[in-house]
């Protein structure tokens, strides 16, 4: 066929010469990658690691000299931490992944990314986090190894053991503000540390709460095999309740402009109170989602920052 059509092409060919472009595949190869491990590292799950902000501005410093340099170092820390602790946790669950309808399009388990490289980055991102924080303080690397080791046991272990999963899920968070209080190397008042404890255990209890109404979920999570919904709504109440609480107290502490700290109960309840309801229709199963995408809470945190501000 080749000889065929050659013998039968003109001698000559009298049009000018062309120039082949390169597929579009090819050409959007290097955008498509970088989408790829975008995606695998969940970059859209990187805000809550601003937590690491809570501790330096309850407190007042952030704005003092040489602290907002070690607050984005520390939040840089978490962000590579939590971006190895996602690859190695999709390489981890990649066969369970593929049997999911929705997890099997993730990018290790569709294959668009090998394992095994994932693997590699997912390490080499967690080394080089703590090494960054080694160079920070010996306190930051305390704190950021512990997280470290919080999720490989999360993954291998403790994500299977109703309460301990969303227990590990809430220390992770406590973690990230612990981080910021040590980059800015100030004390942390026992009630805060009560209320980022409690409101991420809320979160946590209301993630695994939307997570039990969706079948598919229940299929693919065995743990979810152990609770029930009222077990959890009664979890997210007494955790909401806690935190509000100890949110109040907390307010109560301070010496100046605290009419306008006490003021700052307000806007916090109704963010709290409109998570809830959020949760019990179901819609809380990934809480950046939530905090991304409902502009009512969006509107309530812009006035519990106004109003914050004042009582600074």
């Known amino acids: 066929m080749a000889a065929a059509d050659t013998a039968s092409a003109p001698l000559v060919d009298p049009s000018p010469p062309t120039i082949v472009a390169a597929p579009a595949s090819a050409r959007a190869r290097p955008a498509f990658a970088l989408a790829v491990w975008t995606r695998a590292v969940r970059v859209r799950q990187w805000p809550k690691n601003l937590l690491v902000l809570g501790a330096p501005i309850a407190g007042g410093v952030l704005l003092r000299p040489g602290v907002p340099g070690r607050v984005a170092a520390a939040a840089l820390v978490f962000c590579l931490l939590s971006a190895g602790a996602y690859l190695l946790n999709d390489v981890h669950d990649a066969a369970e992944d593929r049997r999911h309808p929705v997890k099997r399009h993730r990018p290790i388990a569709s294959g668009a990314i090998p394992t095994a490289r994932a693997a590699t980055v997912g390490l080499a991102l967690i080394v080089a986090a703590l090494s960054l924080a080694a160079a920070q303080s010996a306190e930051l690397l305390a704190v950021a190894g512990g997280y470290a080791t919080l999720n490989f046991a999360y993954t291998g272990w403790l994500r299977r053991i109703a309460i301990a999963d969303i227990a590990t899920i809430a ?46 979920a229940r299929r693919s999570r065995t743990v979810l095999r152990d609770y029930n919904a009222d077990f959890l709504l009664t979890v997210v109440g007494v955790s909401c309740a806690v935190a509000l609480g100890a949110y109040c107290l907390w307010s109560f502490q301070g010496r100046t402009a605290l009419l306008w700290r006490e003021a700052t109960i307000v806007p916090f309840t109704i963010a709290m109170l409109r998570y809830a309801l959020l949760v019990t229709g179901g819609r809380a199963a990934a809480p950046e989602e939530v905090l991304l995408g409902d502009r009512f809470i969006q509107v309530v945190g812009v006035a519990w920052v106004l109003t914050f501000s004042l009582g600074l």
């Open 171 to 216: 220390a992770a968070f406590v973690l990230r503000a612990v981080a910021g209080g040590v980059a800015a190397d100030i004390p942390m008042s026992r009630w805060f540390l009560v209320v980022v404890s409690f409101s991420a255990l809320f979160v946590a209890a209301g993630k695994r709460y939307s997570e039990y109404l969706d079948p598919r």
